[in-house]
């Protein structure tokens, strides 16, 4: 019962947001449905902001360390490191998802991790949560700290559009999509916490509620819980393809990652 609590409470204040019957009103709410993009930072408090800031307190450079020596170790049955066939990844988190040639699939920059551990290094398997695909993708995500997504080619239309709707889309028991929490009620107080735009350029973030880091997709997943609505898998096309709109959507926004929540 006591694991329960907390997603109880959750689910009640998001009703609370939704109905607005209890909603307490913010002055610096956004009244546009479209309103310039901030980050996630904006919204945070100052402690939040702070520790975010500090390169030797964000908690979230533990994965970022870890990363970049996971970067130069060799693995697999081919004793191959990262570095092996990439010696400079800066700047290449920006394009992500991208399609991956090889499988023609639309893939985010974890999924790549996993695809180039299994094809390349000949190494086992590694979980989409896993400890080393959060540090790996959270180094190479740092290695672009500071550069906006690029623009989405016109060759992932059909994928972005389809993350548009999924975005958009109504679902769950609780019948809200991702806009109405996300566009509409930007500004507004959910259990004391500021509703932000959504952005994704912190992630993978590490939250002080997990006490982890924790990768885009694990916040999919929790939204979608949150709403009740079945979740799909970490990595999943449906949760890729709404990455990718995201990525679309926070333009021109820099990349922040790793970035610190309550």
């Keep these: 019962m006591n694991r329960c609590r907390p997603i109880l409470f959750w689910l009640f204040a998001l009703l609370q947001l939704v109905s607005h019957a209890l909603a307490e009103p913010n002055p610096n709410a956004s009244s546009n449905a ?33 990363g970049r020596e996971l970067f130069d170790q060799a693995a697999g049955a081919n004793d191959q490191s990262c570095r092996d066939c990439h010696n400079q990844l800066s700047g290449v988190a920006v394009h992500y998802p991208q399609i991956n040639s090889r499988i023609d699939k639309l893939v985010s920059l974890t999924g790549q991790v996993q695809i180039c551990r299994e094809t390349h290094q000949k190494a086992a398997p590694i979980a989409y949560e896993s400890r080393t695909a959060l540090a790996l993708t959270a ?38 999509s991702c806009a109405q929490c996300h566009e509409q009620n930007v500004g507004q107080y959910l259990r004391g916490d500021l509703v ?23 916040r999919f997943r929790a939204c979608d819980i949150g709403v009740r609505a079945e979740p799909f898998g970490l990595g999943s096309d449906a949760y890729t393809r709404l990455e990718l709109y995201l990525r679309s959507r926070s333009q021109p926004l820099p990349i922040s990652a790793p970035a610190v929540r309550k």
Excluded: C
């Design 139 to 176: 180094y190479l995500f740092h290695l672009s700290r500071g550069e906006p997504f690029q623009p989405v080619p016109e060759s992932l239309h059909p994928d972005l559009l389809q993350g548009r709707d999924y975005y958009h889309q109504r679902k769950g028991q609780l019948n809200l």
């Design 34 to 66: 479209s309103p310039s993009p901030k980050q996630g930072y904006d919204y945070q408090s100052a402690d939040v902001q702070s520790l975010q800031d500090d390169v030797f307190s964000n908690p979230g450079m533990l994965w970022v360390d870890e």
């Design 196 to 218: 932000s735009q959504g952005q994704s350029t912190g992630y993978p973030i590490y939250r002080l509620e997990w006490q982890a880091l924790g990768s885009l997709h694990r």
